[in-house]
Antibody, heavy 125, light 108 residues
């Protein structure tokens, strides 16, 4: 069974830092691109960042570029998001999500087929 | 950036009703579109990808159609467990994925 479990959320002051983790199990983690998607309270979904299976390709939304860093450790089946210079508008539930792979080619289809339960990040003084 | 809009923003329906939700992209995205279902306090669930492909394990009452800029999600016979918020997501402008604002389906 595919499982993604986020941790590391909490209350942090503006300008502070936080590191989120996502522990993966039930699939070959090193074969999949992974993503972070966030949802502000009562709002819609916002893609944050993506990382390819071997960490060769990394992408960020403009809203977090230069402040957030995505990384992964395939030996530990783990995904991370280092968040620096946090702002009130970063307050959200942060989900890690797996890329859907095409069965025949093995290529990413850029849709998110499994999601974790989310971890809440609150940025407030 | 590609902007996504959805209509209606909410719909009230009864069990057994046919429900259709529309998603529109600000520019053509071919068939690079997915639909997700989200229940309160839960993570989104992938329903449809590539505009019309049903994700494994998703009931066949869900279907998707469209290409270019206009897309629809149809629930052929609404079930009690289908009351939720539905989001579309475009994947054409990889890696700048964007989601629609959501459509809430609630009980009439």
């Amino acid at each position: 069974e595919v499982q993604l479990v986020e941790s590391g959320g909490g209350l942090v002051k503006p300008g502070g830092s936080l590191r989120l983790s996502c522990a993966a199990s039930g699939f070959t983690f090193s074969s999949y691109s992974m993503n972070w998607v966030r949802q502000a309270p009562g709002k819609g979904l916002e893609w944050v960042s993506s990382i390819s299976s071997s960490s060769s390709y990394i992408y960020y939304a403009d809203s977090v570029k230069g402040r957030f860093t995505i990384s992964r450790d395939n030996a530990k089946n783990s995904l991370y998001l280092q968040m620096n210079s946090l702002r009130a508008e970063d307050t959200a539930v942060y989900y890690c999500a797996r890329d859907l792979l095409d069965d025949s080619s093995g290529y990413s289809l850029y849709y998110f087929d499994y999601w974790g339960q989310g971890t809440l990040v609150t940025v407030s003084s | 950036d590609i902007q996504m809009t959805q209509s209606p923003s909410s719909v009230s329906a009864s069990v057994g009703d046919r429900v259709t939700i529309t998603c529109r992209a600000s520019q053509g995205i071919s068939s690079w579109l997915a639909w997700y279902q989200q229940k309160p306090g839960k993570a989104p669930k992938l329903l449809i990808y590539a505009a019309s492909s049903l994700q494994s394990g998703v009931p066949s009452r869900f279907s998707g159609s469209g290409s270019g800029t206009d897309f629809t999600l149809t629930i052929s016979s609404l079930q009690p467990e289908d009351f939720a918020t539905y989001y579309c997501q475009q994947a054409n402008s990889f890696p700048l994925f964007t989601f629609g604002p959501g459509t809430k389906v609630d009980i009439k």
